[in-house]
């Protein structure tokens, strides 16, 4: 990147998915002959949020941290402020009026436009472009990795999600689904390689969905994409994120099992259950569909840790089913959980079909509930790798202490580990001496 004094500088705060992170790095890209990427919020000539829709909390979060840009922009002579990702789509233009410190809005596939937005805006007031496409993925760029530890990254696959689940409002934020050409992936994870990192995520909603055919390489399942990668380099570990439960084939399944460095971790939300929650929440399989992809998973590789997200109180949602959800929990087994409460979002089919009829206490509860099972089972199922050795990249210093470094397994549980003369990049074993919910520790 350059770095002349003269370059005006731009800062991004990134909130949401790991989709929206990867995002960002394409939107530095995109500016990177007008910005440099700062660090600090307050000698920015550019600030971008990145905004995620998929709570109402979530937004809110966003409308209190522009207040607080506001008072930032008066001090600041001359401070623009975007806001990009799922929340400019949602609400459109509507932003710019009851935002005010707003000069711009962009919705995530209107990022190439950022340029003429940002002079257009300091020339004639306030722009908006939330134009949806159905094929841009922004695959000729070449993301700028302005906040990465140099070891580990995300590459996006694919962009859009077509599976429309009842409380969800991604399809409406980000459009239809579509997939990048295996080529300009393959090119991005090379140069990757050239660049030192060890290890990369393939990213989209669904990433087993992804689909390509071209004459030259024929058809390209998601399989064949993850196979091609791990190709590259046995010293790559691959990762993906995030795998809906109906498109998770045995081919997939048995493709992470033969691959070494594809690691054995899968990320496969549940939602809930109960059938008749799952019905309304448009996800398409029955809770029996589901434990028979775990079965198969657990069949192929004893040691893949699984994790899910799980929503509590969904409309509808009895105490039976609840219950249901717990069931299935301790079934799995899961190695971690992200958990939330239902959140109804405008214009979804399930704000428009079904009342949010659990009241927000009986949310918690239930919310509360599950929290405290997963750190059970998360606890368990660290007990159970007490003695084991595992194989860690080194990603970084402990935030800790100074003597301890942390990095991953190939399950994806973090382990901290005496410094000794090891390098962040590295890959080395690691005996597990102790371990809470969350972390293990080893030597
Ligand atoms: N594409 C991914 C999920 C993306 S959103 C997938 O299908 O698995 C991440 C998670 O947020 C979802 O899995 C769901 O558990 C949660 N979520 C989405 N919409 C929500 C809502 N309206 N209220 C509460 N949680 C929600
Ligand atoms: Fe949302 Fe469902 Fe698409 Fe995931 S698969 S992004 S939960 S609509
Ligand atoms: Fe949020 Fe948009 Fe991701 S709604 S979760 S940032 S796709």
Redesign the pocket.
Known sequence: MCTFAFMKKLYIETYG?QMNFADSEVVAAILKDMFEVTKEVEEADLVLINTCS??EKAEQRIHKRLQELESLKRRHHGMQVGLLGCMAERMKEELLQTEPVLDFIAGPDAYRSLPQLIADSRNQGPRFNVMLSEEETYEDIIPVRYDVNGVSAYVSIMRG?N?F?S????PYTRGRERSRSPKTILGEVEQLLRDGFKEVTLL???VNSYHWEDDRVGEMTFAKLMAAVADLSPDLRVRF????PKDISDELIETIARYDNICKYI???V?SGSDAVLKRMNRSYTRDYYMGRVRKIKELMPDCAIST???AG?CGETLEDHQQTLEVMREVGYEYA????????GG?L?AKRYADDVPDEEKTRRLEEIIALQGELSLVSNQRDLGKTFRVLVEGASKRSADYLYGRNSQNKVIIFPKGNHQIGEYIDVAVKDCTAATLFGD
């Open positions: 998915c998929i709570r999600c599976n689940c409380y969800c409002v991604v989209g909603q669904n994120a995030t795998s809906h990320h496969l939300p939602q997200d799980i929503i969904f992200y958990m939330f409460k239902y959140s109804e979002r979804t399930s």
